[in-house]
């Protein structure tokens, strides 16, 4: 069986942002399949059947004069990329309750034992903002409650979420890398009652959910509280995550012109993680 072989662009970005995010959706759109944010930038992926040297030439950010964007790339093979992964994921501890772990770790003693394999979609708990929606989720009482998790990535956030007693929960994510990989964890972990959908917030038409999980970006967030606002049960709640502590005023603002009310927020490293309550 043949390993499929992609393409690892490491972009250097200044100012981080919006640029990041921006440049994320324009490499999305021209076929780039997941993306690892990092400190200085982001690395972005893409098979190399699909690739060509020409083809950052859509990639209209990358001529904006008020960034500055730089990149290297090379081959990367399915199989070392799961090597490399393998080498350096340890299992990540939220509380004294939570472990999220790769198949190959020793089972631990806890309540809640994820076990998931990424497989180059993201959402390991190593990233800040998943690991604070993790501790959000570990507050709540999810018993009998329907949950929606947007960006769901590897679907860790769902799966706690039904670990937790959630009884009907939604994942949905755009990247058929990551919708892929949620398939494959929710049924590692045995979560029958978690239904893994591939697109966007257009998915959502009139659902209601208890509570509605979003570990995006900013940009996203802002165009999608509407719909989450619109998609949650009385008293619902919205946990949202993917952006900067100088960011939860304009983020509260759109909230607040939605009915949906601050309650807390998580920091970690200048990332935060909010709840709000409709």
């Known amino acids: 069986m043949t390993n499929t072989v992609y393409i690892e662009y490491a972009f250097e970005v200044q100012p981080l942002q919006p640029a990041s995010d921006i440049l994320m959706a324009e490499l999305g759109a021209i076929g780039f399949e997941s993306f690892v944010e990092e400190p200085q930038g982001i690395l972005a992926y893409i098979q190399q059947k699909d690739w060509s040297e020409q083809m950052l030439k859509e990639v209209e950010i990358l001529r904006n004069t008020n960034f500055s964007i730089t990149f290297q790339y090379k081959e990367i093979e399915q199989e070392n990329w799961n090597a490399n992964w393998e080498s350096n994921f340890n299992p990540i501890q939220v509380g004294d309750t939570c472990v999220v772990r790769a198949p190959f770790h020793e089972k631990p003693n806890v309540p809640f034992d994820i076990v998931i394999e990424p497989k180059m979609s993201f959402g390991t708990g190593h990233h800040e903002t998943t690991y604070m929606m993790l501790e959000h989720i570990l ?26 007693g959630a009884t009907n929960v ?21 979560c029958n009652q978690i239904q893994v959908k591939q697109g966007d917030a257009d998915l959502l038409g009139n659902n209601k959910y208890d509570v509605i999980i979003a570990n995006i970006n900013r940009n996203i967030l802002l165009a999608d509280i509407p719909s989450y606002a619109n998609c949650l049960s009385p008293k619902g709640l919205l946990l949202l995550s993917g952006f ?35």
């Open 244 to 278: 900067y502590k100088e960011d939860i005023a304009i983020v509260s603002e759109k909230c607040g012109s939605a009915a949906l009310k601050f309650e807390k927020n998580f920091e970690k490293n200048n990332w935060v993680a909010v709840k709000y309550v409709l």
């Open 139 to 164: 507050e709540l009482d999810c018993e009998g409650k329907s949950v929606l998790d947007m960006g769901c990535g590897t679907g860790v956030l769902a799966i706690l979420s039904a670990m937790k």
């Open 170 to 190: 939604d994942a949905i994510d755009i990247d058929p890398w990551c919708f892929e990989n949620s398939l494959e964890n929710v049924a590692r972990n045995n």
